[in-house]
């Protein structure tokens, strides 16, 4: 069983930045893929980026590229999504997600049936 908790969440305006926390329990965390996602009121979650279980390789949703960073650390079981020039568009809850892959270190997921376990997300909210 993994625990994700989210933070950093909150208030901002256009073309400003935030940056979110997702700090995960256990001790094989450096083992796990982590991904980030997004729901806006009345609309599907969707994948916004997702880091390999050895920090390596990134990808990103068109909306988030350019803008948002993934990044991980895995001596504090941390990954983090920092997001500059936020626009109203953005607003959303946040949610980290997680799977445990030993095998393949440089896997990304985008896809949210490919994760096991989830935060309870933390809400963005960006002014115009």
């Known amino acids: 069983q993994v625990q994700l908790v989210e933070s950093g969440g909150g208030l901002v305006q256009a073309g400003g930045s935030l940056r979110l926390s997702c700090a995960a329990s256990g001790r094989t965390f450096s083992s796990y893929v982590m991904g980030w996602f997004r729901q806006a009121p009345g609309k599907e979650r969707e994948f916004v980026a997702t880091i390999s279980s050895n920090g390596i390789v990134t990808h990103y949703a068109d909306s988030a590229l350019g803008r948002f960073t993934i990044f991980r650390d895995n001596t504090k079981n941390t990954v983090y999504l920092q997001m500059n020039s936020l626009k109203p568009e953005d607003t959303a809850v946040y949610s980290c997600?997680?799977?445990?892959?030993?095998?393949?270190?440089?896997?990304?997921?985008?896809?949210?049936?490919?994760?096991?376990?989830w935060g309870q997300g933390t809400q963005v909210t960006v002014s115009s």
């Open positions: 997600a997680t799977r445990q892959i030993r095998t393949q270190p440089y896997a990304l997921y985008t896809s949210l049936k490919d994760y096991n376990y």
